[in-house]
């Protein structure tokens, strides 16, 4: 039997509800979880699933999301013979502007004609788990469908196994056979295809706004969530720094936190994400807090439901507090209260 | 292609002080510093320094550091011209040629320097802890026009017996070499880094190679017959960390210095990085029963219990009720619930049951090596003692 599959990364998506966090990225560049970007999630599952052809279909403000993904060392699709490719839509924003769109395939359709994988998975680029495509391919193969969809508690994940030999057939015939999404395929119920769904039943997280990013990322703070998003066997890989252990100093005082490499930690850190190269000074006590890359936060402050994005710098004596529902997000770069010399 | 300098990096050491920590690796492979392994060190200051083009020599327990060296990517070395290569030992006609010393080691690979065709060959060891910028040695070799240049440090009075001291005039050229002397006359002690002229290297390696009393060894040999032949070999001095992490003590004691509040090596430097094969993990997860604090942890450790003043390398596992205390744990460690560590070094990959005790004699100021042996003695230690207990 002929397992293998072509994996398509729609990253078009762009939702105003996480607007402060998407100001100079795409939604797929999302740092999560302490080292990660949302893309690593999805992308780490196609690989761990044996794809090695993998392609993403950014939109907007994709800088960051090319920075991050590189050649595609990180996740081993660095090859001579498929690997990682980016096709940016040549379109501004329009009506075809939606999950799935066969015009932003239709766009770089040779991608898909040189493909010789016999399935396709595709896939959203911001749907946080880690799930092993085989099954769902093994699922749909065997029940003889047309499209199988990935849903969770009912919910369609925006995750789709077909065989590319069809996908190609919608592709090309978009504009005249109605079907200008794989959403319509699946749902408008006017095709003679066999619609499948896959029930996944493990963990799940969709990042589309500011308070599921908030929730999700405290999420992690559980051993039954990490310990299903990050097994030893199927690991999530994301660009690698060169930074040094995370440093604890005599003042530190660390509760329930998942911290990344590369900080220097002098304050009281509790129910936090911290990102690579942090630094919190000392008597500063930081609760529900996500820290992003490079953030610093001076002495004597207290932060309470905040998230700091990228090289957020905060002075001392400074104190911001959100609430669970409403944290305060401070955009990258930005600068709060006086900056001492160090 | 033709280079100006080319490293030529020691890596075959067995480090036999090192005790069990090198049964299965080179002393180069053993872990430093909660994430890295010794010779990165050296590729770092080889790749921050501008020099491209490393030849690896290796011969002890090769595959951890082969693999982990692999085409150099981590250090930025995979080049199309130059990069770093690995140089071990290899079979000539009827007999396999074993590296017998230091320049032996180099003599056996002057092919792979000749491709190259370099006006200076830097001459390294992959066994030492410090940070160094090359490229200002070579100016100085450069300048001063020698035929070698030896960078050396100065070391305690009472410690420069243990160290193969360079006796120097006014001008730093060197006039004397004495090998661990009784009566030191200096305190400059050789870190073994040296940079020769490329005509002088293969002249006196020939040389060096035809003597049959020769140990062919850098320190022992080499250099007392470049000073004899009134060579001009000139100190150059260092000043910085440098630490030889030659025994079990020395290891603990390079990794509690990382501790200090401004450690005399800073990792977190940004203008000088050491790089190493990063190893994917998640980030740690500190749970809410844990307290760690004076500490360094990486990536991918998991911490229930009181860590204090200690080195947790990738991967380990502390469990719930655990106090560690001045303890370097290496990668991938799992250490139970109720277990109690003090002044020890835990290896890769070790499993410490539930409710150990490990201390070592304070009195005796010894560092523990905490090895699936040392655990079975002290177990029938501990029934004897249960055993005689019972008996009276």
Known sequence: MNMSMLGIIDATAHSQNIDDLIQNRSMAAIPFGGRYRLIDFVLSNLVNSGVDSVAIFPKYQYRSLMDHLGSGKEWDLNRKRDGLFFFPSPHLHDEYDEFGSFRQFKDHFDYFKRSRQEYTVITNSHTVCNIDFCKVLKHHIEMGCDVTEITKEGNSLQMYVLKTSLLKDLISSYDNNGFTTLNQVVNEGR?????????????????????????????????????????????????????????????????????????????????????RAVHIGKDTVIKNGIIMQKSTVGENCVLDNVILDKDVKIGSHEVLKGTMEHPIVLRKGSVQGVLIKS | MKKKCVAMLLAGGKGSRLSSLTKNLAKPAVPFGGKYRIIDFTLSNCTNSGIDTVGVLTQYQPLVLHSYIGIGSAWDLDRKNGGVTVLPPYAESSEVKWYKGTASAIYQNLNYLEQYDPEYVLILSGDHIYKMDYSKMLDYHVERNADVSISVIEVPWEEANRFGIMNTNEQMEVVEFDEKPQNPKNNLASMGVYIFKWSVLQEYLEMDERNPYSSNDFGKDVIPLLIEEKKKLVAYPYKGYWKDVGTVKSLWEANMDLLKDDPELNLFSQDWRIYSVNPNQPPQFISAEAEVTDSLVNEGCVVYGTVQHSVLFQGVTVGKDTFLKKCVVMPDAVIGNNVYIENAIVPSGMTIEDGTVIRSNPELEEVLLVTPDYIRQQQVAARDAEVTEKRT
């Open chain 1, 191 to 275: 095709s003679q295809l066999n619609i499948c769904e896959y029930a996944y039943n493990g963990y799940v997280s969709v990042i589309d706004s500011i308070q599921s990013y908030f929730r999700y990322s405290l999420d992690l703070l559980k051993p039954e969530v990490w310990k299903e998003l990050f097994p030893k066997a199927a690991p999530i890989y994301t660009k690698v720094k060169d930074e040094p252990p995370t440093k604890y100093l005599k003042s530190s005082y660390v509760r329930n936190s998942m911290i990344a490499n590369g900080c220097r930690i002098e304050g009281h850190v509790e129910n936090s994400i911290i990102f």
